[in-house]
């Protein structure tokens, strides 16, 4: 039975790193998987999935105005998909989740998103909101603080190291812009909330 599953986590927990195992345990079975990647995250190249520990692959790429169910029913016309992978899932919007999740009750074709939970402020990003209200299935990515805790909550840094508390939702970057913490010491380092 198709299930749409939200894979989700703080940043470098591994999600793609999961996601990319997955795909190929697919294909080494003679199941054809269809990838795509949200276009403004650009890090490893335009339409590439990547993860920090070396591997990679080829994927589509959707924009916030691109009809995902239309975009997976053509790329199924040229031939079966076992199942669908998403990466930087954060960055769906209501209606992508919506028609993601349309794939799996007319198509019937597993859906399996990966991505954040909350930025760097600790709000749910629309896609990740909206995936926690749809799934089938979800599934926590793991990692850790500093401390060996585990890593729920991520602080936006500047170039110096300090927390930034106030911006834009949606800045792209790694290891040099984002630190993984527990909520306690995400507390430490941006105040209470309210």
């Not at 080829?58 to 105005?65: N, V």
């Not at 998403?86 to 399996?112: C, G, H, K, N, S």
Request: hydrophobic share 40%; glycine share 8%.
């Amino acid at each position: 039975m198709a299930k749409l599953y939200f894979n989700y986590s703080t940043m470098n927990a591994g999600k793609s790193t999961v996601l990319l195992q997955a795909s190929h345990n697919y294909r080494e079975n003679n199941m054809d998987t269809y990838l795509l990647t949200a276009q403004i995250d650009d890090r490893a190249g335009q339409g590439r999935i990547a993860s920090r520990i070396g591997i990679a692959e080829e994927a589509d790429i959707f924009s916030q105005t691109d009809d995902l169910f239309a975009q997976i029913s053509e790329r199924i016309s040229r031939g079966d998909v076992a199942a669908i992978f998403v990466d930087e899932a954060q960055f769906l919007t209501r209606a992508q989740v919506w028609q993601l999740a349309r794939v799996v009750d007319d198509l019937r074709i597993p859906v399996l998103c990966y991505g954040l939970r909350v930025d760097f402020q600790g709000n749910l990003f629309p896609g990740s909101a909206t995936l926690l209200a749809l799934a089938d299935e979800m599934r926590e990515v793991r990692t850790i603080c500093h401390c060996g805790k585990k890593a729920t909550m991520v602080i936006r840094q500047d170039e110096q190291g300090r927390p930034l508390i106030e911006g834009d939702q949606v800045q792209i970057g790694g290891n040099e812009s984002y630190v993984s913490l527990c909520r306690r010491h995400w507390r430490a380092a941006v105040g209470d909330p309210m």
